[in-house]
């Protein structure tokens, strides 16, 4: 798996080799230091998971490799495996196609599910707002009732 460098890391995402050291510190990239003189090094994967969490870099290319961006792992694992850069797999494109549009299909379904519970808790909702509403009309009645009775407190 490739590697890089602070100071590449950098240059890829546009910024200063500080900010990705505090990014280091601060746990945010990880990376492995071998000794100080040899500075830090920033595995590939690493890199796509800090792009992951901080998608304001997502549109810079990994590598150095035009047209790779990160929009999502998914998405770029999937780039990956058809550009033929990931691991040594040779994947065929059939493969590649039905494994992302079962993703594709699971990820509807859970929306769907989702949109149905969302409907159903819209549903409770609207009954219990229906009951405050007949509570606060018995409060308010016995309210009206009640002025200027002195009631046990």
Do not use: H
Request: aromatic share 8%; glycine share 6%; hydrophobic share 35%.
């Amino acid at each position: 798996m490739k590697t890089y460098n602070v100071k590449e890391i950098a240059e890829m995402l546009k910024t200063n080799p500080e900010t990705v050291r505090r990014w280091i510190r601060s746990g945010k990239l990880k990376a492995e230091q071998q000794s100080k003189k040899g500075g830090n090094s920033i595995s590939e994967a690493s890199l796509i998971a800090f792009l992951e969490v901080y998608p304001k870099y997502a549109g810079y290319s990994i590598a150095g490799i035009p047209g790779l961006f990160v929009g999502s792992a998914i998405g770029t694992l999937a780039e990956l495996v058809i550009q033929g850069i990931s691991n040594e797999y040779k994947i065929p494109y059939d493969k590649i196609i039905t494994f992302i549009s079962d993703l594709i299909n699971s990820s509807t379904n859970a929306i769907e599910q989702k949109k149905e519970q969302i409907k159903s808790i819209q549903k409770d909702i609207s009954k219990e707002e229906a009951r405050i509403c007949e509570y606060q009309k018995i409060l308010n009645n016995i309210r009206s009732q009640t002025k200027g009775v002195k009631l046990n407190e």
